[in-house]
């Protein structure tokens, strides 16, 4: 049983010599060579668990996610891009705590198993995990509503993971990448606004095929203190860091780099996408001001574009977490603000 | 934040200053003391990931699982005891690989959030995660149909996990406790057979109140070779075993234990029950034959019976890893056999 294969488990198994139609499952995700087979993994075949090896001086980080047909992903998605995403938003959460992928497993109910669908789904997760050294090391599947469920392992230096408690007043507030072309593209398949063939074809990549930043999370150990990943909006995930620090920011909002077709639109709607839309999955992450030429240095080596959007501002924060400055240096007026700052919530 | 509290994480989060429905989830999943909060986890606060600190010389034992409504549980499961049961399934994959429970991640979909459901559902997750000593380390909840995903992480001695692969020929087959009023009930309830009101109630806890095996499975470390636990069904399970260590078995099938319901019904329902059912959650088991008296008094000390049941025979097997042997010495006539071997299959 070597390293370079992982089975997903289906659940009740096949007991029998008759194979049955989850055999079928199994083929799509059993005996895949992987071309860096993670070292970490002890035991990654079909047993009641896998096994992981930690390493000296790393913490394990673990995430965990379900995504449901029609809510998460629409009905009749692209297989192979969904499969990629499924996995993508789990490196995403490595990447915000600066964790190194190790593996994952991966449950999924189907309402019938349908062999091309799962064969581009398989091929999706598999080429994603294999660009970020992260492999399957064990599954269930089962019959039922789709639905997929992906827990994912890393390995963190020791206490040196990054956090949302751990913004300090003074820190720079930093994205990497753009933000708001998921939006900007979910916008336009709702109606909401119109793009053109061309614009849609630009930006849609960003919201089917998101890249995970697992280079830049691992490097910001020792450099950033606090990190998030904007799954549901800049301002909204930010938050999440004020909260947790307790401390509050001046963002400037007209300073948040979009695309060129987003920065193309009005500023309403530009604002509107990189503050609110979410799916981008880039990082957020404060870090202390000295380290400004070592973000830098770091973004040419990794070819990825960092950009200072604001300042961690002061401690014990009153109700309002996050100031909206625009490129005047004015803070947006109040409503304009709540406009920006409201509630998303999955039921609504 | 301290290790005594835990919280599940909504997705996407509530970033407002309005609670949504989904804050009445976070409240039954965060800001619980546990009795005995496990040293192991570092952070299991709503963070992009949890941190788990791996002990010396332990590895990290994963296993996982996805439980769909009218698939796994029946509509309308009572939620306390759908709660214990889903947690408990995981568990008993960690007793099987003789690791000690750490912590698990919780994801769930719902259709509406039912307040008195979900209050009912943490408390049976809660209680058996205490009686364990495993600590909810972070989730996911969302709108979907009602699934529900655990993962669960454990430690086990480095190199001196049970394994499915590891049965050599020689050892003495062992199961825990009973196997098959699972089956005598769910056979209840589809009408195949008829129980009184009193052997009902009797049998039918096991279905839905299993008992995960971690103490015996923590202490067959150094005694047994191979384990798993029945989840599929006694012969089932086994096959796993014999498949994965290319070995095959005599089974003694009228030395199966049952309850003294089961056993007071014909020998050809208790064989179906015994050898077939699932949902028991025992541990099926191997071991030397040399360890025959430590088992008994490993036995002794957790006031658990332990029967032998067989025999792994020879190596190199036929097609036929499993032979049934009657209390008369006999082996089982073929056709007899494949009944009681058939497979199953979530999608027939």
Redesign the interface.
């Known amino acids: 049983?070597g390293q370079k294969q992982t089975q997903i488990r289906?659940?009740?198994?096949?007991?029998?010599?008759?194979p049955?139609?989850?055999d079928l499952i199994e083929r799509f995700f059993k005996q895949r060579s992987v071309d860096h087979p993670n070292s970490a993994i002890?035991?990654g075949i079909?047993?009641?668990?896998?096994?992981?090896?930690?390493s000296n001086n790393?913490?394990?980080?673990?995430?965990?996610?379900?995504?449901?047909e029609?809510?998460?992903f629409l009905l009749g998605a692209d297989p192979y891009l969904l499969g990629r995403k499924c996995l993508a938003v789990n490196l995403s959460?490595?990447a915000?705590?600066g964790?190194s992928p190790v593996g994952f497993?991966?449950?999924?109910?189907m309402p019938?198993?349908k062999v091309d669908w799962l064969e581009s789904f398989a091929n999706g997760v598999w080429d994603i995990a294999n660009e970020h050294d992260c492999q399957l090391?064990?599954?269930?599947?089962?019959?039922?509503?789709l639905?997929i469920?992906i827990?994912i392992?890393?390995h963190?230096p020791?206490d040196q993971?990054l956090?949302?408690?751990k913004a300090k007043v003074g820190d720079d507030i930093w994205i990497s990448h753009q933000v708001g072309d998921a939006r900007l593209s979910l916008g336009a398949l709702r109606q909401e606004w119109a793009l053109s063939a061309e614009e849609f074809s630009a930006v849609s990549q960003r919201m089917h095929n998101p890249t995970p930043r697992t280079a830049l999370g691992k490097h910001l150990v020792g450099l950033a203190h606090a990190?998030?990943?904007i799954?549901?909006?800049l301002?909204?995930?930010l938050?999440?860091i004020l909260h947790?620090s307790s401390v509050s920011a001046d963002i400037l909002i007209d300073q948040v780099p979009g695309s060129k077709t987003l920065n193309s639109k009005s500023i309403e709607l530009q604002r509107l996408c990189k503050l609110t839309g979410?799916d981008d999955y880039e990082l957020c992450f404060t870090a202390p001001k000295d380290k400004f030429s070592q973000l830098e240095d770091l973004s040419s080596r990794l070819g990825l574009t960092l950009t200072k959007i604001g300042s961690i501002i002061e401690q014990a924060p009153t109700?309002r977490l996050i100031r909206l400055i625009d490129s005047n240096g004015q803070e947006l007026s109040s409503s304009l603000s709540e406009q920006y700052?409201?509630?998303?919530?999955?039921?609504?």
């Open positions: 049983m289906t659940s009740p198994s096949n007991t029998g010599s008759t049955g139609e989850f002890a035991f079909g047993d009641d668990c896998a096994l992981i090896n930690p790393q913490q394990i980080a673990i995430s965990t996610d379900m995504l449901v029609g809510r998460h959460d490595l915000a705590m964790a497993t991966l449950a999924i109910a019938e198993v090391i064990g599954g269930d599947t089962t019959a039922g509503p639905t469920s827990t392992f890393g963190v020791k993971s956090g949302r408690h990190a998030i990943d799954s549901d909006g301002l909204g995930d938050n999440h947790q979410g109700q700052l409201k509630s998303f919530d999955h039921f609504k």
